[in-house]
């Protein structure tokens, strides 16, 4: 299927299998335009949607999904659609063996790339971009999936960079230059009691300019049978970024939550190697775990991140592990 050169405006599509051939190519010369009208696309929570395919390839072109006036209306507290969370641009679901290479994505109304229950993806050179102020626009979310790789993309956006949300394993981001936007992030996890974990995720030579966080695992105050175990982060630079490294198991972004007791998740087996640049506060390195489940096999192997031209600070609560070395600020474990 090819989309020519031009700008051709659309309402929400939905492409659904099974389909009988394995190898669908979905070839985009132009740019995709969504409705400026947020009411026009109504409650839908995809604007372009892929389900249930299998051997689909998605390459080139741009999505715009002219996602400021939502913003707007978020930040108004006007009654927004969908209850004012907008649409996801792009979303793969219950699918396997796909490919997105070359797509640049501009001003989704909120997740800009979705994989949902999927089987070996692979997003490649992919172009993310939202300014640093608007709500909700992660870059790539992955959740319930396995074999997904990120490689050489730069996501600029108002949210996380790349999250990670449970049912996650054997993940790859490699190459990938962040900024601005919050980071990349495994979770948050434990909103749920019942809750499948992520595992056999590797992140490595990756970039990070001026973002709100590095590297984040994030969990919800509260009880949960979750986990993130066996997680490489490796070989990254930051610039200015206010927290480098981050394990945060009071996760509550509103401030409003029920139970700030530390949470159920079991963080264990996470690495930090060849890790340099420069933190925007002065502790680079916060390591706030639960009692409920303290951190367990924390390991920092070359880490090198300074304040303001001096040595940062690392800050632990409830974590364990071990640090060899050159190791800057000087490790809490």
């Known amino acids: ?14 492409f659904t299998g099974p389909c009988k051939n394995r190898s669908i190519f979905v070839r985009i010369l132009g740019t995709i335009v ?8 109504g409650n839908s929570p995809h604007w372009i949607e892929f389900h249930r395919v299998d051997g689909v390839t998605i390459s ?13 209306c978020k930040k108004a507290g006007r009654s927004c659609p969908n209850g004012a969370t907008g649409m996801q641009t792009l979303s793969i679901s219950n699918s396997q063996n796909v490919v997105v290479s070359r797509l640049t994505s501009l001003n989704s109304h909120m997740f800009h790339m979705v994989i949902n229950f999927c089987h070996n993806v692979k997003l490649q050179g992919v172009r993310i971009s939202a300014p640093g102020n608007s709500p909700n626009t992660d870059g790539i979310h992955v959740q319930f999936s396995t074999a997904v790789s990120i490689v050489s993309s730069k996501i600029a956006t108002g949210d996380d960079c790349v999250s990670i949300g449970p049912g996650t394993a054997n993940m790859l981001v490699d190459k990938v230059t962040c900024g601005p936007g919050h980071g990349i992030s495994i979770g948050s996890l434990g909103k749920d009691v019942n809750e499948q974990g992520v595992q056999n995720v590797t992140v490595r030579s990756t970039t990070f300019v001026g973002t709100t966080n590095g590297f984040r695992i994030k ?54 190697q060849n890790i340099r640049g420069t933190s925007a506060t002065q502790v680079a390195v916060n390591f706030d775990c639960s009692n409920r489940s303290p951190c367990r096999g924390i390991r920092l192997n070359n880490v090198r991140l300074t304040y303001r031209n001096r040595a940062a600070v690392a800050s632990c ?6 640090a060899y070395g050159f190791v800057q600020p000087r490790s809490c474990l």
């Not at 969504?34 to 696309?41: K, Q």
């Open 219 to 272: 969990a919800w105050g509260k009880p949960s049978n979750g986990f993130a175990r066996n997680i490489l982060f490796q070989h990254a630079t930051m610039y200015n970024v206010q927290n480098p490294i981050f394990i945060d198991q009071r996760y509550c972004p509103d401030r409003n939550c029920a139970d700030q007791q530390g949470s159920g998740v079991r963080v264990s087996d996470v690495t930090y």
């Open 34 to 41: 969504a409705p400026n009208n947020i009411w026009t696309t």
């Open 1 to 14: 299927m090819l989309v020519p050169k031009g700008r051709f405006l659309v309402r929400n599509m939905q």
């Open 60 to 72: 080139g072109g741009v999505l715009d999904g002219k996602g400021a006036a939502l913003w707007a």
């Open 317 to 322: 609560r409830n974590a364990g592990g071990t």
